[in-house]
């Protein structure tokens, strides 16, 4: 059994125009004085991260590999969360996500899309430079507007929808192959792949390609009524990264799952920094450790209530709690005894 790694924090919640989240040595130095040994790093925030540079210049390479490294924290992975929001967006969504693109390229979907597969791809390229083997995103959604099936939906419409996902996504996946990254995709409401059913049709068309991992974090599935710690036993073989985020999910008489249009503080469901919500995080830690999961334990804040910063200094300590450190031996080996076929044979009354 492996120990899994962490703390770290995802720092896309974080980063701003104001110091200490303006630059990467300054937040780095941040993370690190919060108490984080690791931080994932968007790869499309210019205030912390060159894609292009990343990708092409060694030099460049070392010396962000360096500023963490004086500040005492690891890269764990690269996210490519909103550019792979924009592999695919449903027209309803245009306006919103346009500001995810490059000004230059608003108001042009498919010049925007072939932008978010280049970022991807860049994201992946960087990872392998960076001698990283996994890579965060979202699958994107074309289906998502026709999720609850009022009038009905056209036969055929999700069908089309998720082969035209998995065709835009294959590529990708073949060049994560060719650099031996992992891409791991977060299962969240907003993108076509939400659960374990709308993820089994995504594999299934991409030929169950062995890249398409998965993100896991159990606050979306406590927002849905899922089983996370069952998800944990159907699709450890796929886990490849983990976001420690919290939630609950308090339905009323008034509001259940759906939210009834209200802002996050006033909704049945809504995210808490780690240790605040419902999710059984011991059960999680256990799980994981008993699949054997050996990547970055990644607290992502998101928290209706709480200041992000008590929540990044709060979770670090929660992480570090929940680590299960994996023992070398089984602990009943004091009564074991040497391998003795004889002695096999007359315990079972053979002779």
């Known amino acids: ?38 931080v994932q790093v968007p790869s499309g925030d210019k205030r912390l991260f060159d894609l292009d540079l990343a990708v092409s210049s060694q030099d460049w390479r070392d010396e962000f590999l360096g500023i963490a490294a004086e500040n005492g924290v690891a890269v764990t992975e690269l996210s490519s969360h909103v550019q792979g929001q924009l592999i695919a967006v449903h027209p309803a969504y245009d306006s919103a996500f346009d500001a995810f693109a490059p000004p230059e390229l608003r108001g042009n979907p498919a010049a ?35 999720l609850y099936p009022w009038p009905q939906r056209a036969p055929g419409l999700v069908e089309l929808a998720f082969d035209t996902l998995a065709e835009r996504w294959r590529p990708l996946l073949d060049l994560a192959e060719e650099n ?12 076509d792949l939400h659960d374990g059913v709308s993820y089994e049709m995504f594999l299934s068309r991409v030929g169950d390609h ?53 802002p996050w503080a006033e909704r049945a469901g809504r995210f808490r920094s780690p240790g605040d919500g419902q999710v059984d995080f011991g059960q ?68």
């Not at 989240?21 to 040994?37: E, H, L, P």
């Not at 031996?180 to 993108?191: K, L, S, T």
């Open 1 to 38: 059994m492996q120990t899994m790694k962490g703390p770290g924090l995802f720092l896309a919640q974080f980063v701003s125009d104001q110091a200490p989240f303006n630059d990467w040595r300054s937040i780095t130095a941040w993370a690190a004085s919060m108490g984080y040994v690791g």
């Open 112 to 146: 925007r899309q072939e932008w978010a597969a280049e970022q991807v791809a860049g994201t992946i390229r960087a990872s392998r430079a960076l001698g990283l083997d996994a890579m965060a995103t979202f699958s994107g959604a074309l289906a998502w507007p026709y």
């Open 180 to 191: 031996g990254v992992d891409i791991c995709y977060e299962i969240h409401p907003g993108e």
């Open 210 to 262: 062995k890249r398409a991992c998965l993100l896991y974090d159990p606050s979306h599935f406590v927002l849905q009524q899922l089983d996370y710690i069952e998800n944990i036993d159907i699709y450890h073989d796929r886990i490849k990264m983990f976001h420690v985020k919290d939630a609950e999910f308090r339905p009323t008489g008034r509001q259940g799952v759906y939210g009834g249009f209200q």
């Open 284 to 351: 999680v830690f256990a799980k994981l450790a008993q699949y054997d999961f050996a990547g970055w334990a990644v607290v992502e804040w998101e928290c209706a209530l709480k200041h992000p910063e008590d929540g990044a200094r709060e979770g670090a300590a929660f992480v570090r709690r929940h680590i299960i450190r994996a023992t070398p031996h089984a602990f009943d080996d004091f009564a074991a005894q040497q391998v003795d076929a004889a002695v096999n044979r007359a315990a079972l009354g053979l002779a």
